[in-house]
């Protein structure tokens, strides 16, 4: 049959072996992944990761600040989202680009600007590795990394989290932590104590943007509600251009700018049944300051919808979520990022999930909100209803929609569903949990979803049992592939307790970036801190379509037919060991190319030959 292959990818090294060495009697298998890892875990070659920002650690050139004179102090921690930006050799730029990192951290700081932040920073590549160079700014900041200034442009940013990357290379950095006063009581508020924003005075629109906006302009709002916008940055210049104040405010995570430069789709991470789909269309190409914006509404019982239109004023745009309450749109659970497959024509999002969101589900079902289709049938399927205190979603998911449709519906579950003895005896090899970060990385006319874990919890399957803390992993699907676990490839496993984020595509689909995020202090160094890291390779590991007849290999192994009940069969004499799911040996053949199996019980193997490679196999 034919396949296509991206080939070569173990997450874990199995002990290799020199040539005409002893097997070892025990390896480690895939399905005993080491999920507790202190370091970033990657495939072996041709695919190789380097550091590329490290917070807390580099230093960002910093713009002058609260009456503080321009300077340099340490980055931020807490990257999330990144940006790329092409550098456009038609006009004298050289290199690959600026990178764009988001900081969720909030804190008070006189250098950087109270709440969230984002660095920018410029690359180029040299032989196969990506570099980061030296820049001088058009306000004379020099260095390798650039805070972004918010606070003489737009005002302070909230909590930096998910943003946009456009077609033609602009960036947007969501404020995702929805505040809903200056002090609202919560005891973790970010204008409590000086530790996150100080000023709460007032802001007025247009006083301090440097391109304006019109139709807001001169408005004077409350401080928090400057916050939860999607926030347009200039990563040429490190500095804010306008917080979009025509999308709505919003807690944002994602979104998606689509080819024709004038349609915006908005995913919101908010409370389950709650979180907005929202899409903004521009009367001109590239000029998002005026258009029309849409919140999407779910029929019953169906999964197609319809865009409702939202008014264009101040008023209603700072409190969009009562305009969608009382025309009943469709209120999701978490929707994270977002992303664009040009070919078919569909939205991805990561609708990431939530533990017991039946109560919040209700409350907002009484409110007017509706609730999208896979969602009842998931509770139906339970034998539970949606707003159920019964009701879970522990492992979240990634949603599609079909813009020539408007059908949003499940494309891929997380999963498999464990119990927490399965967890403890039998952990799969895969298991995806609680979808984050999206991006589409493709390379040599192939085209993969990458997907990004934040895990909700460590229960219920979502770490192997007896872990305590999160252990994240990134995952490629192939989108010519059927979206199911097993066609998930591991790309990578980040630190112990941090976040796997980011996922940016560069390099023309050779290289991807991710961060690491809030990873355990109890890691080594680097990797105690938020990394933001590049795997590069990809054109050397994509293969695109092979005739496979059955066949599989990597490496220096091509055994056949698999699965097999009977025999093994090599394409070459070697030396070869069979190990079964637990990794410990159960056949060893010399000088070879069969190895009988018939005796063998059902279930997954590893085929080792004499030079470490290793290939899985399944018995019959």
């Known amino acids: 049959m034919k396949k296509s292959l991206l080939v070569g990818l173990l997450s874990v090294s199995l002990i290799s072996q020199a040539a005409g060495a002893e097997f070892p009697t025990k390896v480690q298998p895939k399905s005993m992944i080491p999920y507790i890892t202190h370091s970033v875990v990657v495939p072996p070659s041709p695919l190789k990761y380097q550091v590329l920002f490290i917070g807390g650690v580099h230093d960002v050139q910093t713009t002058p600040t609260y009456g503080k004179p321009a300077g340099a102090t340490k980055a931020k921690q807490w990257h999330d989202f990144i940006g790329f930006t092409k550098a456009d050799a038609t006009k004298g730029e050289t290199g690959l680009g600026w990178i764009s990192v988001n900081h969720e951290m909030v804190q008070a700081n006189d250098n950087i600007g109270d709440g969230g932040g984002m660095t920018v920073f410029k690359v180029a590549k040299s032989g196969d590795s990506i570099i980061v160079v030296d820049q001088t700014l058009s306000d004379g900041r020099t260095g390798k990394y650039f805070n972004v200034d918010f606070v003489n442009t737009v005002g302070e940013t909230g909590m930096n989290c998910g943003g946009i990357q456009s077609p033609d290379g602009r960036i947007w950095t969501a404020e995702e932590w929805f505040r809903s006063a200056n002090n609202d009581g919560t005891g973790d508020d970010i204008f409590q104590k000086g530790t996150g924003v100080r000023d709460t005075s007032d802001f007025t629109i247009g006083t301090t943007t440097p391109n304006g906006f019109p139709g807001y302009n001169g408005t004077k709002i409350k401080k928090y509600q400057n916050f939860n916008w999607m926030v347009e940055i200039d990563p040429r210049t490190a500095k804010a251009v306008r917080k979009q104040y025509n999308w709505g405010r919003q807690g944002f995570e994602g979104g998606a700018v689509l080819p024709d430069n004038k349609t915006v789709i908005l995913g919101e991470d908010g409370d389950a049944g709650a979180s907005l789909l929202t899409k903004f269309v521009a009367d001109t190409p590239g000029d998002f300051t005026k258009g029309k914006t849409y919140i999407f509404k779910q029929k019953d019982n169906s999964f197609q919808g319809d865009w409702i239109e939202v008014p264009q004023d ?84 990634v949603l599609s929609l079909d813009l020539t449709t408007n059908e949003v519906k499940s494309y891929i579950e997380g999963g498999p569903k464990l119990d927490e003895k399965k967890a403890y005896t039998e952990y799969p090899d895969k298991h995806l949990t609680n979808p984050d970060g999206l991006t589409i990385l ?179």
């Open 314 to 397: 101040i008023n209603t745009m700072l409190d969009i979520h009562t305009w969608a309450k009382q025309n009943n749109a469709t209120g999701f659970t978490r929707i994270e990022w977002v992303t664009f497959d040009k070919k078919t024509n569909t939205i991805y999002m990561t609708e990431t999930g939530s533990d017991a969101p039946g109560s919040a589900i209700k409350k907002n079902m009484a409110a007017g909100f509706g609730i999208p289709k896979h969602y009842k049938d998931m509770a139906t399927a339970s034998k539970t209803t949606v707003d159920s205190s019964t009701f879970n979603d522990y492992y979240g998911r």
């Open 442 to 620: 493709e390379v040599k006319n192939k085209r993969y979803l990458i997907i990004c874990e934040d895990l909700n919890g460590t229960s219920f399957g979502r770490v192997p049992f007896g872990m305590s803390n999160r252990s994240c992993e990134i995952y490629a699907l192939d989108l010519d592939a059927e979206p199911k676990i097993e066609n998930l490839t591991r790309l990578a496993i980040v630190p112990y307790g941090a976040e796997v984020t980011g996922a940016c595509a560069i390099d023309n689909g050779n290289t991807l970036l991710f961060n690491s995020q809030h990873p355990s202090s109890y890691n080594q160094y680097p990797y105690n801190n938020s990394l933001t890291v590049a795997i590069s390779g990809f054109d050397k590991l994509v293969t695109g379509i092979k005739e496979l007849d059955g066949t599989s290999s990597i490496k220096g192994i091509k055994v056949y037919p698999n699965p097999a009940s009977r025999e093994l069969r090599f394409d070459n004499t070697m030396d070869a060991a069979l190990y079964n799911n637990e990794g410990s040996r159960v056949r060893v053949v010399r000088n070879a190319n069969t190895m009988d199996i018939s005796d063998l019980n059902a279930g997954v193997y590893f085929l080792m030959n004499n030079d470490g490679d290793t290939q899985k196999v399944i018995i019959e």
